[in-house]
């Protein structure tokens, strides 16, 4: 096996819901290998969109079928308006039409949005179907195909309808990241990056290093990053399978972030993983403005981001007829709001982030209007 | 206390999902005495229907806000067609644009629709909230609120979307049942005497002596079926959580029940109470058909169901037009079917059922004819 063939397995430990990530080059045209022990029976529903199916759904069905596995398809429109309550209902529907059993595996194959559509669908047709998973953007590999959140938006915000459902696989093919276009491909390494600001300096080092081979194509680079982030949250996810406190670190940028992304109508004016990027360097300005982090390290996430032509400021959207108090409404309806309190991830330094609720109103509403106004720096 | 005012709680055993169900008369007016203690925060929505809330809503609201506990309500049409998609995604969204968080616990108060509706929700807004429910049902008290199968109706099937999830609480009050229309009360006891037709000879006995005496409202008598019938089903569902084997058994009636409320578009011509009563007949006659129960056991059930006027046989339906291949259809859509190989749950007599895939479909073509000629006797 080539050192580009070479594929790492990565054990998530979950008790009876445990799963392997595996990760390397062309691992779609070779899918049988690995989906082939984990099926209760040879039968599959394949579920992709309209984006992926012309690059990855021929050689998906070819591997299964020739291990003799009956593959059926549904092919979703493309982006994240699939993601809604609409889309779930007719998927829902789609699989019963077919007939299947509790026995029968959905797949999905594509970015985040399918995974988290099909994944909350799995959860909840027959009250529980298998799945996995075969993640074609980065973000989806290195983040929503670890950790078990499924999903669709709401009216309300994103990802507020779901269910904590694992898969019995997940397929991280690097190669599939070569039909990705730059940024979205950008938008997922955001979430990378992120797990070395989180409680890795050496990967945060590592990637100042390497960070553009692996956005330029090498497999070896991207195979590393891609397994020393699912690991990282696999790790954190095997602490607190359900979200109760370490998970939260994986919120990193994720407070503003979503707050941008509900502000801009979570469509293609910011990525998700944009809005991550973005979040973070807010975040890592909050703890410099709290005199908890030192301004090196606030300016050396700026600067790695700017290397690689990261978003993070504001100036790259339309804020026109934004207010702090618009921005600080959305924070409010997260999730992970408590008591009223909204939850911050900031941090010491680079790789040392910690979660808190004791962060003052006047000193986010301060920031935001900062950064409204393109005083970031 | 006076012998109509005892309440006796079940503890269902699920390790840290473990909850009590509080059975016993006039439990609504004090709500708050069971409730207070399970609740994360003080903050509550009560979701019940046109129906339930003129009844309940009142004394339910007025208990909890005595003990200072903060109430919202939300109302919904009454009846089965609200267990629906459309009802669904509304429900999730006036819940979410109350600005709940994970610790505000969602309490359903009505029958099975309103459990079933409120407890999937739960499941699924913030991806799990915690829930109550408050049966108003006879159906609801001794079958919905155990067990924690939620969900709603799909095109192809009733309950075919949803979640296992558990409630923090059950209070069944019995007092309840006095402004149940006596067709929904005698639907329930389908189920209530479908615990003794499984292992509990016992309680058939008793049922066959004071089954009247409950159905015309002796609380003593209610409050001993109710908590003898959740027993039964939560000692089966501890075994079993997830539908994997055992738990099977509390199918008896249901293969063929489905089939004939799917026929009849799950609508008032046919109560879910009422098929389950006449596939259990239905059941019986096949145990009895294949040798496999005395005719005399069989005989018995069918005596009883005429007793107290509960429909067994197909009779009371419409069924021009009906056919076996029809029902046999339906039949092969459910969720228990596995391998092609539907399902059956027969019984070697009163109290003694067991689970069998090894039903020629012949045998059971044949019953459905002669059943559909009424020629069930």
Known sequence: MTAANATETLRVELGERSY??????DLIAHAATWIAPVLARPRTIVITDENVAPHYLAPLRASLQAANIDVDTITLPAGEQTKSFVHFQTLCEDILARRVERSTTLIALGGGVIGDLVGYTAASVLRGMPFIQVPTTLLS????????????????????????????????DTTALNTLDHRQLMAGYAEVVKYGLIDDLNFFEWLELHAQALIDGDMDKRRHAVLTSCAAKARVVAEDEREGGRRALLNLGHTFG??????????????????????????????????ICPGQDSGRVSAHFD??????????????GWTADKLLDHMSRDKKVEGGKLTFILARGIGQAFITRDVAEAEVRSLLEDWLANRSG
């Open 20 to 25: 392997d990530i595996v990760v390397g080059a």
């Open 307 to 320: 290397a690689i032509c990261l978003p993070n400021d504001l100036a790259v959207l339309d804020t026109i």
């Open 258 to 291: 979503h707050a941008l992304e509900a502000e801009t109508g979570y469509g293609d004016k910011l990525l998700h993983g944009e809005a991550v990027a973005i979040g973070m360097a807010m975040a890592f300005d909050l703890s410099r403005r709290l005199d």
């Open 141 to 172: 590999q290195v983040d929503s195909s670890v950790g078990g959140k499924t999903g669709i938006n709401t009216r309300h915000g994103k990802n507020l309808v779901g269910a904590f459902y694992q898969p019995k696989l997940v397929l991280a």
